[in-house]
């Protein structure tokens, strides 16, 4: 959605305020904006286009720069439209009638339509067709000396989700912050305080966060800070110290964010392993606040989540059913609450989400648990709604992900998945400890074959050649590696705007296989095993048969594959269950150099957030 960045202190505010909002820019790229005070003033500057763009644009034109504007208290927003179109008008910062009061916003007024019209009568003039116009009307509607009071009043006729940053003219040594539902941190420096939507953005300028909750408004100043509740009511906030490096969240020399985090891949999985093997077993007790007693009695298990998190899900599924034998079925976070799910006491909520904001899953966790039902999450952004709301949490220890299209965050799920797996099948006695043994020493093993898969690299960017002139994909795998295919055709049309689609491969013979002739790419996961890869190899043939060209994911040694397909890439020998997060490396690389190839921005694909805080 869009990201908010807010700053006051000693310094000039608006070179801070942009720096941080280039590290927001992948939740909204389509317009941007800053407000500052000076010389109790607001001065506004806001264009459409991402933010290299506009300041091109800006330099160009010889006209005023972000980076100039003066003063040492602001604001700053990148936007990714909902209400009212694409247009410098409607990009934030947004001012009342007076040009006192300047706003930034993230979420959605479900009643500015009544709001504005009563304003209207009132006299207020607008001049933007969005929602958050609204928002500044009705504090300089309430303003009566104090921004304080009167953003509480504002808050109080709203109804929606909302993040706002707030300056005024007449109290330059404030900056506002309020939360319901959006997400919106405050940070802590020395002379200088922030505001932002995630925590990476400003880790460069301090490590020292508040996570605001629902309902609640922060003024800071310079020097302090408060929290109070919509009443007014002082709330003492916990401070918490974050451990993300900021070197994370800068691209350290690739091209693009997504190229890095794809390589950031094996010590990402390394992390994510960190202390929870222990004498040859998975130790998962101290991180999990449900106790033995509780784990023993899970007879069912619902695992919610959205788009690449589903993805892993259905890995996961595979993986409990398989190993720790426990019935699991897989619900889209935005469909689980619109139905009336069968939950009892026995039954346990996954919900996975990388950015820990995703409106769809936030939404069914607050469903299970209404129906009492016990939610462990698999988070990667602590410190989330997500992360705060479940009973209990797993993280993926995968460092932020700043590319829109995820990519490190999914491996890293698909690993915590793994491990709860024997965790819980070591806990119900359904995995002897011989076969744990073994399934921990494949699994240490991902992070250097994963080293070994991305040195692999140029031939992935040869086969990406192939898709210049083609508008449509077909991917394919089966079992464990069915929900790779479908994560791969979801890569490719995310960020190069390709068709695909991705089937289990048998399905392939009822209906799909129709689309096949010789401008049809059809990636394979044929990985050896013992199930279903010579079943695969006969979908190869039907393909080859009607003269589609093949990409093969083989397992190395395999020559079988690499005579019959266009195209291959060999993964390393691993047990099968493990075979999904690599097979999922050289899809990732495919989608981004096809992008590449099309001149397409991967970090920004268009239309697209990365963090999905609307339903
Ligand atoms: C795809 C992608 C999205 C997210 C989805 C859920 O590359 O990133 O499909 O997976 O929006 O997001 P999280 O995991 O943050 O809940």
Redesign the pocket.
């Known amino acids: 959605m869009c990201g908010i960045i807010g700053y006051i202190g000693d310094k000039k505010a608006a070179p801070i305020l942009m720096d941080a909002l280039k590290r927001l820019e992948y939740r909204g790229y389509d317009s941007a904006g800053i407000s500052t005070i000076n010389k109790n003033n607001i001065l506004v500057e806001k264009d459409i286009g991402k933010l290299e763009e506009i300041k091109e644009k800006r330099e160009k034109e010889k006209n005023i720069n972000f980076e100039k504007i003066e003063g040492n208290v602001g604001i700053s927003h990148c936007r990714w439209a909902t209400h009212g179109s694409v247009t410098k008008e409607n990009a934030h910062p947004h001012t009342d009638c007076k040009n006192m009061i300047s706003i930034v916003h993230n979420g959605i007024i479900e009643n500015f339509s009544a709001l504005k019209e009563k304003l209207i009568q009132k006299g207020h003039k607008f001049k933007s067709s969005t929602d958050t116009e609204v928002i500044a009307h009705l504090i300089e509607d309430n303003y009566n000396g104090d921004i304080e009071e009167a953003t509480r009043k504002a808050l109080k006729q709203i109804e929606g989700s909302y993040a706002l940053g707030i300056i005024c003219s007449k109290e330059p040594n404030k900056l506002i912050a309020a939360r319901n539902e959006s997400p919106l941190i405050l940070g802590l420096g020395d002379k200088e305080n922030f505001i932002a939507s995630d925590v990476h953005a400003i880790l460069k300028y301090t490590n020292k966060v508040v996570y605001l909750e629902n309902n609640e408004i922060a003024t800071l100043e310079k020097n302090n800070y408060s929290v109070k509740n919509v009443n007014g009511k002082i709330i003492n906030k916990k401070i918490n110290e974050i451990n993300w490096s900021p070197e994370l969240a800068e691209k350290s020399g690739y091209e693009h964010f997504m190229l890095k985090e794809i390589h950031e891949q094996p010590r990402a999985i390394t992390e994510t392993l960190n202390n929870r093997i222990e004498n040859g077993n998975i130790n998962l007790k101290e991180e999990l606040d449900l106790n033995d007693e509780e784990l023993k009695k899970i007879n069912r298990i619902i695992i919610v ?6 993805h892993a899900a259905l890995a996961g599924e595979f993986m409990l059913e398989e190993l720790a034998k426990i019935p699991v079925e897989v619900e889209y ?1 935005s469909e689980f609450r619109y139905r009336n799910p069968i939950i009892n006491e026995n039954t346990l909520i996954i919900a ?7 409106a769809d ?1 936030l939404a069914a966790i607050r469903e299970a648990k209404k129906r009492n039902a016990k939610v462990l999450s698999i988070v ?1 952004v602590k410190g989330s709604s ?1 992360d705060r709301e479940s009973d209990s949490v797993l993280y993926t220890y995968a460092g932020p992900e700043i590319g ?4 490190k ?2 491996t890293a799920q698909l690993v915590v998945l793994y491990l709860f797996t024997l965790f819980m099948g070591n806990l119900k006695k359904s995995l002897k400890k011989e076969k744990i043994t073994d399934l921990i020493e494949k699994l240490r093993k991902l992070p250097l074959q994963m080293e070994s898969l991305l040195s692999e690299e140029n031939d992935i960017k040869k086969i990406a050649d192939i898709y210049k002139d083609k508008t449509n994909s077909l991917f394919l795998g089966r079992g464990v590696n069915f929900p790779i295919a479908l994560e791969g055709a ?2 490719l049309k ?1 960020v190069s705007y390709l068709h695909a689609e991705g089937y289990p491969a048998a399905e392939m013979k009822h209906g799909p296989i129709a689309l096949i002739d010789k401008n049809m790419p059809v990636v394979f996961i044929a990985t050896k095993d013992d199930y279903t890869y010579k079943k695969v190899l006969g979908n190869i043939h039907e393909v080859k048969a009607r003269n589609g060209i093949v990409i093969a994911i083989a397992t190395e040694g395999d020559e079988e594959v690499g005579k019959l397909a266009d195209y291959v890439v060999y993964i390393p020998k691993t047990l099968y269950i493990l075979s999904s997060i690599l097979t999922a490396i050289p899809l990732q690389l495919l989608a981004y150099y096809v992008a590449v190839d099309r001149n397409l921005d991967p970090d920004k694909p268009r239309n ?1 957030s ?3 805080v609307v339903e």
């Open positions: 989540a959205c788009g690449t998190s589903w976070g996975i989400s990388q950015s820990g904001e995703t899953t990667n997500i829109v299209a995820s990519t965050a999914f979801l890569k995310e697209l990365k963090s999905v």
